[in-house]
Every structure is written in structure tokens, then in C-alpha cells.
T-cell receptor, first 112, second 110 residues
């Protein structure tokens, strides 16, 4: 069965721009969660979507937003990029959100 | 607040055992454990729900002591493939908002 697919794998953006990252979950999984991973802060939870609704949200500014489509694919958007947004962005899918989570390979975002 | 993991790093020889601890200042509903190899995605190992249960995954098992608000991951007879960074993720309360430890780097030598 195909795993979680994140695109693109690498991205370089300029400060002030916006970016959209994509995540295709494992077929049949309805929950998609997004995480930011940096050397300084470690792994931090951004938000979780379940059946097209944001169910939980971490402590990130409103510049970070997401959505989920009817096929469970999810996108994450970061507007007005800052240098500190440089990170590995991971998404994970699961059947219900609370149990076994499968991670994608991540999108490495560099803001210059 | 992030849960605190200890130790920060462990170096073992194949066949040795290791214990990684994860402590929280908050009452916990669940604890998740993951392993991440360099340049790869984290891999889910197991989840433990409050109730003091213990779970196993091959030669890796874990316990959850909700009174002490801590969990321990036990790696028995370590293999080279166990090398990586181990993270615990904790959840307090009823909503799924996990908070992760900073990770424990495990290196297994032949």
C-alpha cells in the first residue's frame, strides 16, 4: 500500500512570500496532522484535520493554515514567510488521529 | 511544556539493553513513541494510553506510569537497526494536541 506522499520535497522561498505544501495520506486514512521540525525546537504539532475539518490546532501564529479535501489530501499554507519558518514540515496520516500515525518524508523549506 | 527525555544520548554495542525515559509535568492521557533515522521520516513505534499498560513491538517495549506522569521505552538485545533518534509524544486532556520531547539519540555499534 502506498505511503504518505509529501510534495515538494525541497523548497526555497524568499522572506515575505507564501508557500503551499501538499500531503497525500494513505488510502482510507481520514486524519492528517502537520508538524514542524527544527533543530532548535524539535518536533512541534501544527494542526490536525479529520474529514475536512480542523479538529486540533497547536500553538502557531495565524500565518500557518491548512485545509483538507474530500479525498483526505491536505495542504498547508504559510503566508508572509519569515526566516524562522525554515524547517522540515512533516505530515502524518492515520485512521482516526489518535493511533498509529504514518509520516511522510517531509518538505524541507528554506526561507532566505 | 515539552516532556523531558533522558538520557539525551546512548551508545551501545549490539546485544546490549537500553532504557529511554520520558517525563511530563502534566497529567497524561497518552504517550506515543517514534524512531527517526537521519534524513528519514519518524516511524511510529507504539502508543500507550493511561492505565499503566505496557506494550511491546518486537524487542522494544514500553511502560506508562500515569501517577508519575512518565513513560519508559525498553530496547532489549539492541540491533544495529535500532540506531536513530527516539521521540516521545505526550498528550494531556481529551484533545489530540501532542507535545514532543527533544529526542534521545541512540547509536548501536557492532
Amino acid at each position: 500500500k502506498a505511503g504518505v506522499t509529501q510534495t515538494p520535497r525541497y523548497l526555497i522561498k524568499t522572506r515575505g512570500q507564501q508557500v503551499t505544501l501538499s500531503c497525500s495520506p494513505i488510502s482510507g486514512h481520514r486524519s492528517v496532522s502537520w508538524y514542524q521540525q527544527t533543530p532548535g525546537q524539535g518536533l512541534q504539532f501544527l494542526f490536525e484535520y479529520f474529514s475536512e475539518t480542523q479538529r486540533n490546532k497547536g500553538n502557531f501564529p495565524g500565518r500557518f493554515s491548512g485545509r483538507q479535501f474530500s479525498n483526505s489530501r491536505s495542504e498547508m499554507n504559510v503566508s508572509t514567510l519569515e526566516l524562522g519558518d525554515s524547517a522540515l514540515y512533516l505530515c502524518a496520516s492515520s485512521l482516526e488521529g489518535r493511533f498509529e500515525a504514518f509520516f511522510g518524508q517531509g518538505t524541507r523549506l528554506t526561507v532566505v | 511544556q515539552q516532556p523531558v527525555q533522558s538520557p539525551q544520548a546512548v551508545i551501545l554495542r549490539e546485544g546490549e539493553d537500553a532504557v529511554i525515559n520520558c517525563s511530563s509535568s502534566k497529567a497524561l492521557y497518552s504517550v506515543h513513541w517514534y524512531r527517526q533515522k537521519h534524513g528519514e521520516a519518524p516511524v511510529f513505534l507504539m502508543i500507550l494510553l493511561k492505565g499503566g499498560e505496557q506494550k511491546g513491538h518486537e524487542k522494544i517495549s514500553a511502560s506508562f506510569n500515569e501517577k508519575k506522569q512518565q513513560s519508559s521505552l525498553y530496547l532489549t538485545a539492541s540491533q544495529l537497526s535500532y540506531s536513530g533518534t527516539y521521540f516521545c509524544g505526550t498528550e494531556s486532556g481529551g484533545s489530540y494536541i501532542p507535545t514532543f520531547g527533544r529526542g534521545t539519540s541512540l547509536i548501536v555499534h557492532p
